[in-house]
């Protein structure tokens, strides 16, 4: 054994330590960049997804509104087509399990019944802007919620957990007198489920 080690000089031993660490390095280093692109890929994607539902959210208002205070009669028709695809777009990209998710459904039901109750005849200002307050309240809390979930999710990596319920609920605390306000107004005039 002594001759062996006589025979491997120090400069093989510091050759094949370097080696080894260089492997270790790169070993450690893609598995890093690997985590990074996944995490950025996933945040990207997140990231679009909020600005399609923005998008959504924002014109199904936009055609309640319109539909609501200047549509003429003889094209009701295509702004109810409008709204009605628009309001399965919008519950297409929610989660039917999720609790923040179900809220906004259920905002966008009321804000229909808000416009069905306008068209035959039944309409009333405060409900309208009760009904559009919520759900435009809702859609910045759940909004502000996924967006602190891609930080942590950029900063983490996505396998970091992230609560979206609990940071929903606390948001949504922060407002809670406002969102209460609109839940009296819209209780004299929307029938629950």
Request: proline fraction near 3%; hydrophobic fraction near 35%.
């Amino acid at each position: 054994m002594r001759e062996f080690l006589k025979i491997i000089k120090p400069e093989y031993i510091i050759s094949i330590m370097t080696l080894l660490l260089g492997i270790i390095t790169v070993y450690y280093s893609n598995k890093n960049t690997s985590n990074n692109r996944v995490g950025e890929f996933i945040s990207k994607n997140r990231i679009e997804w909020m600005q399609s539902l923005k998008a959504y959210i924002s014109e199904y208002v936009s055609l309640v509104r319109y539909l609501i205070d200047e549509c003429p009669p003889n094209v009701e028709g295509d702004y109810i087509n409008k709204l009605t695809t628009l309001s399965c777009r919008i519950e297409l990209h929610l989660n039917f399990k999720g609790k923040a998710d179900n809220e906004l459904i259920a905002a966008i039901k009321n804000v229909e019944q808000c416009w069905i109750g306008k068209l035959s005849g039944d309409d009333n200002d405060d409900i309208r802007e009760a009904t559009i307050g919520t759900l435009i309240l809702l859609t910045q809390i759940y909004l502000k919620t996924e967006w602190e979930r891609v930080k942590v999710e950029i900063e983490f990596g996505p396998k970091h957990k992230f609560d979206f319920d609990r940071e929903y609920e606390k948001l949504k605390n922060t407002v809670n007198s406002k969102i209460e306000s609109y839940k009296i107004e819209m209780s004299k005039y929307i029938k629950p489920d």
